[in-house]
């Protein structure tokens, strides 16, 4: 993960770097995985800098409120009203590869557990 300090999705939200956005407010912005593992695989990340899980603070509240909610409609919006998975990968261990806070919104096929 910190041979991509430069930061990536930073890129992106500052036009950079191109993406395929679906949705773009004061506080996020989501675009499609370019690396899909699903029928439908979004990435919804703020637009402040934050770069993983754990240095979240109580003043982050309502911005990660704000990431879920964004997940909901965006869920409605791209027919998954089936249901669907959200994803936050942690640092090394669990999975982080981009070193900027972001929600993993899957769907469009069935979900297994536990995830590997
Ligand atoms: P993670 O492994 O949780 O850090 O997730 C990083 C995700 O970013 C992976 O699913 C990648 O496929 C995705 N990704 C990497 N580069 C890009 C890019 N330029 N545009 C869209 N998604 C990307």
Known sequence: ???LADNLFKRIIDGKISAKIIHDDDLCI???DIGPQAP???LIIPKKVIPTHDALTPEDGPLIGHLHL???NLAQ????AEG???VIN????????VPHLHMHLLGGRDFHWPPG
């Open 70 to 72: 964004v997940a909901v």
């Open 84 to 86: 669907y998975r959200l």
């Open 40 to 42: 439908v695989h979004v």
């Open 77 to 80: 919006e791209l027919g998954l």
């Open 1 to 3: 993960m910190a041979m």
């Open 90 to 97: 942690c640092k090394d261990r669990g999975g982080q590869t």
């Open 30 to 32: 989501a675009f499609h």
